[in-house]
Nanobody, 118 residues
Framework: QFVESGGGWVQSGESLSLSCVVS????????MAWYRQAEGKTREWVAIVATTGSTNYPDSVADRFTISRDNAKRTVYLQMNNLEPEDTAVYFCNVAQIGGTAPLSDAWGQGTQVTVSA
């Protein structure tokens, strides 16, 4: 189970911090990822954190987003800085497949809405 929170409405250039509390599987042993889905578009990945703590991002967010994890709290975070209107979407977390960016689980949470105005 994934429970995302922290979304909201902000203006361009501002920041938001998202959290995702995870239950139901071995959190510490899995790569975790954040994904987003804008209205009318397919879901895309925006950040991955490995079990080692190493991270990976697509070019579109690489210098603005930071993913982290707290294994003791079974929580994955996404710090988003310098937000742009193009970042407007519903944000989800999930387990990432080994060696890739695709989600492993079909059981998505409700997501958290991020809206960025120009």
């Amino acid at each position: 189970q994934f429970v995302e929170s922290g979304g909201g409405w902000v203006q361009s250039g501002e920041s938001l911090s998202l959290s995702c509390v995870v239950s139901g599987f071995d959190f510490e042993s899995n790569r975790m990822a954040w994904y987003r889905q804008a209205e009318g578009k397919t879901r895309e990945w925006v950040a991955i954190v490995a079990t080692t703590g190493s991270t990976n991002y697509p070019d579109s967010v690489a210098d603005r987003f930071t993913i982290s994890r707290d294994n003791a709290k079974r929580t994955v975070y996404l710090q988003m800085n310098n937000l742009e209107p193009e970042d407007t979407a519903v944000y989800f977390c999930n387990v990432a497949q080994i060696g890739g960016t695709a989600p492993l689980s079909d059981a998505w949470g409700q997501g958290t809405q991020v809206t960025v105005s120009a």
